[in-house]
């Protein structure tokens, strides 16, 4: 009777210990994405008063593994529509009916020494970086991946994961659970209104004057798409009726293909469009339902390829940009990998090209190739 008590209350309190740290890990989820009127940290080339544009997670620097892209975590419902997010909703976090049915003493538990393989073999892999601290967030991420296997121990999906065959095929899964996939229309206004204003009539200029009428830009690390559907759109509102001749090729790249999937949909949540300017979002899309579908003009102006940032050999095929765009993913990776990745930029751009990075980023110790170019509330990097 004692022995089976203190069974009981062992069970009850490894299944608290699991709930709490599941709800540490959905907690420190929804904090990260909403992060809102947080300073973003110092960088070193970054404009000084300049408002804090970016409520993302990647502003925390943290290498914390994606919830869906569309901002829901669980079936907590997405921001209401508008540029404000409820506050209250940050107490509504749904527990999934599979944790509550869990068997407290199932979870499989990656020690320190599978976690070093792990995370030595996504930095390899991908280039993103997860330091200690961020243990059980690899853990809880790699878990998935065992329960679509049916394996009970990390070291058994290491294995699978680190045999070449079938390695290959399980790849883009674990770059699905490893990375972080947040993104929106018009996340960083003055980027895109540098672009629209100063960049874009530049180097249009300068093409027209070697009567080359075509345009590149590289939204690279797109995730789903919004990125290069904000510049496909700015393009057809505000670019294209000055330099009516020219084709402008927009293309979208990320490591994560079901982001890539959703971005080659077209079809978007009233998460992404949540600061989309009104005038955009009845031009440039259809409802249908709750979603919201881009027009075929937008669309057409954008392809999306798979590209992996850290893997030079893809990354000497992309060439002949004339801007990039590489927002939000850099801070995933230690100083070496940024080097690596930010010199294959540098050689995808066309001379005179521009480089953007994210509002909390810097090249500040991984790159001096480029001339600094300050805009209103915004720089951008010059190959000159
Ligand atoms: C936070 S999102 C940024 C999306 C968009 N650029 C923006 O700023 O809104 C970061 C993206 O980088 C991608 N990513 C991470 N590591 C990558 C790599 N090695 N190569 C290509 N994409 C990568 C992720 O899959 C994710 O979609």
């Known amino acids: 009777m004692h022995n089976e008590k203190t069974t009981i209350t062992a069970s009850i309190a490894s299944l608290y210990k699991r709930l709490f740290t599941h709800y540490t890990v959905m907690a420190s989820d929804l904090f990260d994405k909403f992060r809102f009127g947080q300073g973003a940290g110092n960088t070193n080339n970054r404009p000084t008063n300049t408002p804090q544009p970016d409520s993302s997670p990647e502003s925390s620097g943290s290498a914390v593994p994606n919830t869906p892209s569309d901002g829901n975590v669980g079936n907590t419902p997405p921001p209401a529509s508008g540029n404000t997010f409820d506050r209250s909703q940050l107490g509504q976090v749904f527990i999934p009916p599979s944790l ?41 991420r790699i878990a998935k991946r065992l329960e679509a296997h049916n394996l009970t121990t990390f070291d058994e999906y290491y294995r699978l994961i680190s045999s070449s065959a079938a390695a290959r095929e399980e790849l883009p899964s674990l770059f699905e659970v490893v990375t972080i996939n947040e993104t929106y229309f018009f996340r960083n206004p003055p980027q895109f209104e540098a672009l629209e204003q100063v960049i874009l009539p530049e180097i249009l200029k300068a093409k027209q004057a070697q009567g080359n009428k075509k345009l590149r830009i590289w939204s690279a690390a797109s995730s789903s798409g919004e990125e290069a559907y904000t510049m496909s759109m700015m393009i057809l509102e505000r670019i294209k009726p000055q330099f009516p001749g020219f084709t402008f090729e927009i293309v979208g790249s990320d490591i994560n293909t079901a982001v890539l999937e959703k971005a080659r949909s077209g079809v978007f949540k009233e998460y992404s469009v949540r600061n989309m300017p009104a005038h955009y979002l009845n031009k440039y899309f259809t409802r249908d339902g709750d979603k919201y579908v881009l027009t075929p003009e937008v669309r057409n102006q954008v392809k999306f390829i798979c590209v992996n940032l850290y893997d030079t050999p893809t990354m000497r095929t992309m060439t002949g940009f004339d801007v990039v765009f590489c927002c939000n993913v850099l801070i995933y990776f230690d100083t070496i990998a940024k080097q690596q990745v930010v010199a294959d930029l540098y050689d995808a751009l066309n001379k005179s090209g521009y480089l ?14 480029f001339k600094l170019v300050h805009f209103p509330k915004t720089i951008a990097y010059k190959k000159e």
Do not use: W
């Open 100 to 140: 509550l049915s869990l068997d407290s003493g199932n979870a499989p538990k990656m020690d320190d020494a599978t976690f070093k393989k792990f995370r030595d073999f996504v930095y390899e892999q991908c280039g993103i970086s997860f330091t200690e601290n961020k243990k059980y967030l690899l853990e809880g």
């Open 356 to 369: 953007f990075i994210g509002y909390s980023e810097s090249l500040h110790g991984v790159s001096k190739a």
